[in-house]
């Protein structure tokens, strides 16, 4: 039975994702605008929009792949390590998101490197890590 906090609850999520919809998409429209450019090319403004619509359900689904490898592994939370496995059928991606990974590390103070060592096993993701919350 839904109640009308429920119905307000799904309208600010879905007024939310029309935003960061929106946002993205502007966002993928600039970078091929000026990737176009750059290479002495034109794109139409529907190809560009294609382009964003189709960018954005791949990240949807990434985030959902995210998700699923974060639960198999038996944590709340998304790590590094998710994102890495999520680009396993792509030797050059892997290899520069694990470059990407181990800088992130190096530059990492010697005293979170300490204390990340006695911490729980799930709190062991890094400094990248997004919450997963529950719907």
Known sequence: MDTEGGDLEREEDEAATELLRDRFRLC??????????????????????????????????????FELFAQHAGR?????????????????????LRSFCNDLKAK????????????????KAGPSVLQILDP
């Open 28 to 65: 993928s429209i600039s970078i091929a605008e000026a990737e176009a450019k750059q290479n002495g090319l034109e794109i139409s403004q529907p190809i560009m929009a294609c382009i964003s619509d189709l960018a954005f359900k791949y990240a949807e689904q990434l985030a959902k792949d």
């Open 108 to 123: 990492e103070p010697r005293s979170e490197r300490k204390r990340k060592k006695f911490s729980r096993k799930e709190d």
């Open 76 to 96: 709340k939370s998304v790590n590094m390590e998710d994102v890495i496995l999520s680009a396993h059928r792509n030797e050059h991606l892997a290899a520069s």
